[in-house]
C-alpha cells in the first residue's frame, strides 16, 4: 500500500507560479473564492458566508494535511504571495494508490493557463513523488473549462454518473476523467 507523508510541506513551483501551503493570511482570499456563487456553482457544496467559515476550511485543510489524508496548496503568483487559487489532492486512497484532482480560481485569473499550469506540476508531484497511480478529476458535465483543462492535461473520460450526489434540492451528474501513469 502507498505510505503518504506530507511532513514537510512540499512547496511546489511552476515557471510562472508558487504553490506552498495555505495560512490564515488566506482567510480573505478564500472567503471570496467560495463564497462566490459563480466560482462555486458547479460545485455543491455550500458557501462560505464569514471569515470564520473561512478559517474553520482553512482548518480542515490543514487537519487533512496533518493526518496524510489530503492536501491543499495555495496557488500563487511567482512575483506575490496573495492566494488567487486552491489545488489539491482529494480523497486520497493509498490501497488503491489513486487521488482526486480538485482546484479553484478567482474569476479575475481564469482563462490565462494558471489552473492548466498548477494542474501539470501536481501530476509531476502526484506521480513522481507520491507515487500514485492514477488521479481522477470529478466535474460537472456543465463545466466545461474544466474540462478543457482535464483533457489538455491528459486526462481521459471514464464515466457520466447521472444524478450520483444530492445537494441543496436537487440531484447532481458528475463526470469522471482520470489519468495514469505513465512516468
Known sequence: ????????????????????????NDASAILELRSSPESM??????????????????????DKIDNNEGINWAITLKNDSELIGLI???????????????????????GKGIISEAVNELMNYGFKTMQLHSVEGVIDPNNLASEKVLQK??????????ENEYFEGRFWDSVIYSKLNQL
Not at 507523508?5 to 515557471?15: R, V
Not at 489539491?88 to 490501497?95: A, D, M, S, T, V
Request: aromatic content about 12%.
Open 88 to 110: 489539491g489532492f482529494y480523497r486520497i486512497r493509498p490501497e488503491h494508490y489513486r487521488a482526486e484532482i480538485g482546484y479553484m480560481l478567482l474569476p479575475d485569473f481564469s
Open 153 to 162: 492535461n491528459g486526462f481521459i473520460k471514464e464515466a457520466h454518473l447521472r
Open 1 to 24: 500500500m502507498l505510505t503518504i507523508n506530507f511532513s514537510p510541506f512540499p512547496n511546489l513551483e511552476t515557471e510562472r507560479l508558487s504553490l506552498r501551503r495555505v495560512n490564515k
Open 41 to 62: 456553482k458547479y460545485i455543491p457544496r455550500p458557501l462560505l458566508k464569514t471569515t470564520e467559515d473561512a478559517l474553520e476550511h482553512i482548518a480542515m485543510i490543514d
